[in-house]
DNA sequence: GGCTTATGCGCAG
DNA sequence: TGCGCCTAAGCCA
């Protein structure tokens, strides 16, 4: 389930079960073999998430580049010769630990210059706020120079990284925004909130594995169809104000919004 | 067992 | 705007 929140717990995994140890690094299936044989062996200095993107730092400069897509995952064993299965595109191993991954968009391996010019392009990520407010302010002056709809904006990975579908849908309910506004006319208070916001909910995500929406249920354990406002909740009467739940397309991607509640 | 769908995004045009 | 990636879960029969 990849937003921000599913990468960091698998980089906050690989950074206990990996890091400071020499990691062999396979291809079963072949798609990463010559990559891997770039790295097998070395010792794995730190595991790092950005948004969707995990980024495994080795000795030497080389890093590995990991984006899930839409199908990617992650499958951890307790075991250095576990069988096996279907189509691993690269398993990492250190001890008894073990990590598989399958159909991911991403799997590279890349110099720290060409990280770097990635990382110039997200934009901040919620999960890595520092002290300060510099990542909401560069999150809110991207929005405003911006007269694309809210709704993009939240999914474009320049502006705000780690967030998607999801949390995108979520975010808008709870501020009470139209997904329609431009970024233009949104106030900086309106944006600072979502901003805090989105901190709130990652955070709830990287602690639940979740991505529960409604505080009420914060602390619970909230099957699939309780979790969200209007995420996957089309024609339902809106638990806030009993309009119904709209369901429409925004660039290919389903948009779920309370007309009743988003203005 | 088969079909649909998905939390994403790069690319061609 | 539409396609391709390439995996697994959910749903139906």
Known sequence: MPEGHTVHRIANAFQSDFAGRPV???????????????????????????????FLEFDGGAIVRIHLGIYGKWQFHDSAD???TGQVRARFTAGKNCADLRGPT????????????VFNRLGPDPLNANPGNREAQRFISRVQASKSPLGLLLMNQDVIAGIGNVYRAELLFRAQITPHRPGNQCTTEELQAIWDDSVKLLRIGVKTGFMITKEKLFRK????A?????????GSPCERCGASVQIELMATRKLYWCPGCQK
């Not at 200095?45 to 993107?53: E, P, T, W």
């Not at 354990?221 to 699939?224: L, W």
């Not at 309780?226 to 089309?234: A, G, L, P, S, T």
Request: glycine fraction near 6%.
């Open 24 to 54: 062999t690094v396979t291809s079963p299936q072949g798609r990463f073999n010559s990559d891997a044989a770039l790295i097998s062996g070395l010792v794995l200095k730190r595991a790092r998430a950005i948004g969707k993107q995990m």
């Open 82 to 84: 576990a069988e096996v």
């Open 106 to 117: 991403i799997c590279e391996v890349i110099t720290k210059t060409e990280a770097k010019t």
């Open 221 to 224: 354990n909230p099957t699939k």
């Open 226 to 234: 309780e979790r969200n406002w209007v995420y996957k909740r089309e």
